[in-house]
Each structure stands twice: as structure tokens, then as C-alpha cells.
């Protein structure tokens, strides 16, 4: 059994996007008993919503039904409940280091390092306040990783 927590700021572009990507790509894969995923945001602004329709849009148009996920906050007790806390900026990184107990064994990373090729991507740009070309390029990078952190977790 393994887990993973996505986490981005508003949790409904980023991070819901990656969890549906990634879930699919594990459901695919025939691992949907073997690893749990989930995302939240560092902030609470969006808590409770769904995520944005542009994510939904986007996500549909591959193949990734997003629809029934719902924003939520990281909590403290995310440390003790996931192997993998996957930021999707520096930004994010630097909030989850703060949050982040002395205790905690798990992998708190940038998931962009999961892109198996050369790729200067290390962080998935916020598409919040941009065009609809931005929550493609966000697709394509989530895409990217989530083969190598499966590849990842299979090996490991
Ligand atoms: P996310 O995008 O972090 O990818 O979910 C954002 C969503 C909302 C806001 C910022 C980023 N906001 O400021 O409301």
C-alpha cells in the first residue's frame, strides 16, 4: 500500500488535476486497491468546491473526469497519513517544509522531479488567471509525471 497527496495552492486546478490523472493512470494499471491518492491546497479560499470548470474542461477532452472531486485544505495530519506529499510549485514546497513534522519519514517533493526525460519543468504554472492554452500545458506536464511516479512506486 502506498499514498500520495497532491498539493497546490487553491487545490481546484493544479492538484485536482493531478490526482485525476494520476488516479486513472493507477486504476489503469490495475493498483487502485494498492495506492491511495488525494489532493488539498495550502489555502482555504475554495474548501468545499469543485474544481474549476476549466480543469474539468480540459481533463474531460483526455479522458479525466474530475467532476466529483472537492477542494480541501492540507492538514497537519496529512504527515501521517501519506507516503508521497507532491508540491506543484517552490511556492507550495516551501509552505508543506513549514508544515512539515520532524517526524515525518515520507518524500515531500516537487512532482515535476517525476518527469523521466530532460525537462527543465520543476514547477506546474498556477493557470488560474489565464487562458484555456495554460490548463493544457498543465495536462501535459501532469501527464509527464504521473508515468514516472508510477514507474516510481511500482519499482519501489
Ligand atoms: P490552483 O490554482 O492552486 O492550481 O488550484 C489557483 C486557484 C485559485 C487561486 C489561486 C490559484 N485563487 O487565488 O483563488
Redesign the pocket.
Known amino acids: 500500500m502506498s499514498s500520495v497527496l497532491f498539493v ?8 485536482p488535476t493531478a490526482h485525476g490523472v494520476f488516479e486513472g493512470l493507477v486504476a489503469q494499471a490495475g493498483l487502485a486497491e494498492q495506492i491511495l491518492v488525494d489532493s488539498a ?1 495550502t489555502g482555504a ?2 474548501a468545499g468546491e469543485p474544481p ?1 470548470k476549466r480543469s474539468q474542461a480540459a481533463a474531460r477532452a483526455r479522458g479525466y473526469e474530475l467532476q466529483h472531486l472537492r477542494a480541501r485544505q492540507v492538514l497537519a495530519s496529512d504527515f501521517e497519513r501519506f507516503d508521497y506529499i507532491l508540491a ?1 510549485d517552490a511556492q507550495n514546497l516551501r509552505d508543506l517544509e513549514a508544515m512539515r513534522p520532524a517526524s515525518y519519514q515520507g518524500e515531500l517533493g516537487l512532482f515535476l522531479d517525476y518527469i523521466s526525460e530532460q525537462s527543465y519543468h520543476r514547477e506546474v504554472p ?3 488567471y489565464g487562458g484555456a492554452q495554460g490548463f493544457e500545458h498543465v495536462l501535459d506536464l501532469v501527464e509527464q509525471a504521473s508515468q514516472g511516479l508510477l514507474a516510481h512506486i511500482k519499482q519501489a
Open positions: 497546490c495552492l487553491g487545490n481546484i486546478c493544479r492538484s491546497g479560499w475554495h474549476d506543484m498556477d493557470p488560474y
